[in-house]
């Protein structure tokens, strides 16, 4: 299902396989598990591993956002796979996420 990984400050949760109304409201509650956990200051969800996101997939990455947002944390996505990012620039919900090409690469913005 997913797997967490904590650094320092960021938490990075990793969905894997399909992502639809019949396992979303599960990778949500993970996300906002995440997200109220302390002390970190980041959720990064790590797509690399996602072949398919539907609109109940997009709603929890949706909701998740915003709960970090209210929370004053900031939450991104990264290593997306091709699918997966055609469906955020339809969309538009590529301008919403902070997106980051690796976990690397958004570790180093934060730094």
Request: glycine share 4%; with cysteine.
């Given at each position: ?5 904590v650094?320092?400050s960021?938490m ?17 509650q993970q ?15 790590d ?16 909701t998740a956002?915003?709960?970090?947002q209210?929370?004053d ?19 538009q919900?590529d ?17």
């Amino acid at each position: 299902m997913q797997k967490l990984l904590v650094k320092p400050s960021v938490m990075v949760v990793q969905p894997t396989g399909d992502i639809n109304a019949s396992n979303a409201n599960a990778l949500q509650q993970q996300l906002e598990q995440a997200v109220n956990s302390q002390p970190n200051s980041f959720v990064l969800v790590d797509m690399s591993h996602v072949t398919s996101l539907d609109s109940a997939g997009l709603m929890a990455l949706v909701t998740a956002m915003n709960l970090a947002q209210e929370k004053d944390l900031g939450f991104g996505l990264c290593s997306l796979p091709p699918s997966i990012r055609i469906v955020l620039e339809v969309t538009q919900l590529d301008q919403v996420f902070q997106v980051f090409a690796d976990c690397a690469a958004c570790e180093a913005t934060l730094s």
